[in-house]
């Protein structure tokens, strides 16, 4: 019971590493090899409001999401969209962007170093033990795994639902024909990108509450969340929640029942798995 | 026409600019190489960049270097290795032969530091390591003779710890049972390699023991199993991400032990800023006489340049380095690396450390091995040969 409960909140953990980048990737097709940095820069913000103003990080999210928004926003207008004016079909701006984002991540690095320096930055927060069903969890863990599930259930909800929603998945399905039906592909991939950017820096300041960081650990995320939009399925939130909650049930298992120098193991098992048997992703579409 | 005017503006510039930099005296050119990226950065921000700024910035606010009875400022050049010891042999390497560096500092962490020696060697510049804990000093110092050790083999490392923890069963005051995890990189896995024979020659029973890799985002499930196997004393092998989480994970496991060890990031700072009280009786690597007056001085004066206090175990080591190298380059009056690096040989060297008196090979045999977090300082309780121990107190809750 504590295993599986132990890993449905590492789970929460990873969906929010990566649900911002499968909206990135599925909707705007850009393979965001930056996405760790802008994580980084959500926990920073975290840990600079609470160290000097003792902010809650649950009420940063609040800052920091519109601020990101608005980031990714200049980030994608100014930096991607001359890739995607230019790309002649989809491999070309995949190659392009992950170049462009690659530098960008390096950028980001050294903006970060400078402003804040290369120390890590770590405080404590809701580090207290809450008990359930008789085993104790760490209470910022606990927390992080309810903004991750309200996080997951409110984009669910909105890409299903609204009108808006509809037409971001339209994008992903189709780019091509959904320019047929009247949708402005550019403007809405343009709000994708930023929103998975906010999703991305939300994360990141709800992860400072219980990871250590520093500046240049952004490209561990990168890492895990490229493992979980590809194992979960392209332009799919259900596909990634499912993918991260596997992947933190899958180590916290091989972690307490074989051995916890094995996680790392694990995760790339399954991963292997995962391509070999569903190549497209647990929710992902068969290529015609 | 005009190309021959513009041609003769500049050479008239350049030859007033030769001319200017003759009245006053070349800087010495200092270069440092050490990561600012990758994995290591988080330590070296703390432990190794702010002290050259300090001495640095020291050095010239008294108006530099006293070289053959001419004052010269220092100039540092600074490269980012990436924590890759490629890039650190390749920085040192430009820093030689397109810097024209007079002094070429120590790079940062062990790994590098091995990594780097032959370079450092061929160049002729003395290596003064003060964050390199390692078992071959004795190799190492035989094939690099530049090579100085300032903090220590990692056996005594590993095996003060085990040794304190045995005075406090001798004492009574711990039982038997102990819980062991390591890191799976370099330096957990080394000092576990000597840490678990040395715990079970001193007859403590090992209740748990594992092994996790580096960057695990989720501890938990260690720290449940070592709760569930109800130990006495609790020693982590651990580099600076997993100190921290461990820590975190045993005061919400509520880990009820007597004895609690981590090793890299203890000594931290941010460690005691994160934790607070629950830092007290804490046990960890590293250490210093905070009491010594020498080494008070030093951490205003570090928290007063660098915005942030020295860590508790390399960072006056970083300093006492450039220190040895400052005495070493006043007193021969060169910046002749061969005869500076006879004269570290040679001398003894009061730094804020206390005395270094280096040995035939090349290492400093006088350190700190274990401390532990009591009022708010990070306390040497165990050393090779250093004034100030203080007594272990035992770990009691994590409030």
């Known amino acids: 019971m504590d295993i599986l409960i132990t890993g449905l909140i590492l789970g929460g953990t990873y969906a929010l590493i990566a649900l911002g980048l499968n909206l990135q990737y599925g909707v705007s097709r850009i393979m965001n090899l930056a996405n760790g940095e802008m994580l980084v820069i959500g926990a920073f913000a975290a840990f600079t409001l609470f160290t000097v103003g003792q902010v809650s990080p649950l009420l940063t999210i609040f800052l920091v999401a519109p601020l990101a928004y608005v980031l990714n926003w200049l980030i994608y207008r100014f930096m991607l969209q001359p890739l995607v004016k230019r790309a002649k079909n989809r491999g070309m701006l995949e190659v392009d962007a992950i170049l462009t984002t690659f530098g960008l991540s390096f950028v980001m690095v050294g903006l970060m170093i400078w402003a804040f320096g290369g120390d890590y930055f770590s405080y404590s927060y809701l580090a207290r033990p809450i008990t359930i069903f008789g085993d104790n969890y760490g209470l910022n863990r606990v927390v992080a795994f309810i903004c991750a599930a309200i996080l997951c259930a409110a984009l669910f909800l909105w890409l299903n639902v609204s009108r808006a929603g509809m037409a971001i998945r339209a994008v992903a399905v189709s780019p091509e024909n959904a320019r047929l039906v009247g949708i402005d592909v550019p403007k809405l991939s343009a709000r994708a990108f930023a929103l998975g950017g906010a999703v991305t820096a939300v994360g990141g300041a709800v992860i400072s509450t219980f990871l250590t960081l520093d500046a240049s650990t952004g490209v561990m995320f990168t890492m895990k969340a490229l493992i979980i939009v590809i194992m979960g399925g392209v332009g799919d939130v259900r596909g990634t929640i499912l993918a991260a909650l596997v992947l933190g049930v899958g180590e916290t298992f091989v972690a307490s029942v074989i051995d916890p120098g094995l996680t790392l193991v694990a995760a790339y098992a399954l991963f292997i798995l995962i391509l070999l048997f569903r190549p497209q992703g647990f929710f992902g579409r068969k290529p015609t | 026409m005009k190309r021959r005017t513009f041609f003769k503006a ?56 006293n070289v053959g009875g001419e004052q010269r400022m220092l100039e540092v050049i600074e490269y980012d290795d990436q924590t890759n010891p490629a890039e650190t042999i390749k920085a040192v390497q430009r820093l030689a032969t397109q810097d024209n560096a007079d002094i070429i500092l120590a790079p940062y962490s062990t790994g590098l530091n091995i990594a780097a020696a032959p370079i450092y060697d061929r160049l002729g510049f003395p290596q003064i390591t003060s964050s390199a804990a390692t078992d071959q000093i004795g190799e190492l110092s035989g094939q690099f003779d530049d ?24 004492a009574g005051e711990i039982g038997n049972r102990v819980a062991m995890v390591n ?20 007859g403590f029973e090992l209740v748990y023991e594992t092994s996790y890799p580096l ?25 600076p991400p997993d100190t921290f989480g461990l820590t975190e994970q045993a005061m919400i496991e509520e880990l009820d032990v007597k004895a609690f060890y981590t090793a890299v990031a ?34 205003a004066r570090h928290e007063a340049a660098t915005g942030a206090k020295p860590d508790y175990w390399a960072s006056g080591m970083m300093y006492a380095s450039l220190q040895i190298l400052e005495e070493a380059i006043e007193t021969t009056g060169t910046l ?13 060297f009061e730094t804020v450390m206390g005395t270094i008196d280096f040995d035939e090979q090349n290492s400093n045999t006088a350190y700190w091995t274990v401390g532990q977090w009591q009022g708010g300082e990070f306390k040497g309780i165990k050393e090779t040969g250093r004034e100030g121990a203080v007594a272990p107190v035992l770990k009691s809750g994590w409030e």
Request: hydrophobic share 50%; aromatic share 8%; charged share 15%.
């Open chain 2, 336 to 348: 002749d690396m061969a005869e500076v690096t006879q004269f570290i040989k040679d001398n003894a």
């Open chain 2, 215 to 239: 960057g695990t985002q989720d501890l938990s499930p260690v720290m449940k199993a070592v709760k569930a196997a109800e130990p006495d004393a609790f020693v982590a092998w651990s580099y």
């Open chain 2, 266 to 299: 203890t000594a931290f700072p941010a460690y005691a800023g994160r934790f607070g009280a629950a830092a007290e009786g804490v046990m960890g690597i590293g250490g210093v006489n905070t009491a010594s007056p020498e080494f008070m001085d030093y951490a």
């Open chain 2, 183 to 202: 890191v799976a990189d370099a330096f957990g896995i080394e000092l576990m390699a000597v840490g678990k024979p040395a715990l079970e020659a001193a």
């Open chain 2, 147 to 170: 090579m100085f050790f300032l903090l220590g083999r990692s056996t005594d490392l590993a095996e003060d710890a085990v040794e304190v923890l045995s005075d406090l069963r001798e």
């Open chain 2, 10 to 65: 500049t050479t008239t510039l350049a030859a007033t600019l030769v001319a200017g930099a003759a009245f006053a005296a070349d800087p010495i050119i200092v270069g440092a190489v050490a990561p600012k990226t990758g994995p290591l950065a988080g330590g070296a921000a703390v432990t190794h960049w702010p002290n050259i700024a300090l001495w640095v910035e020291e050095v010239n606010a008294r108006g530099g270097l």
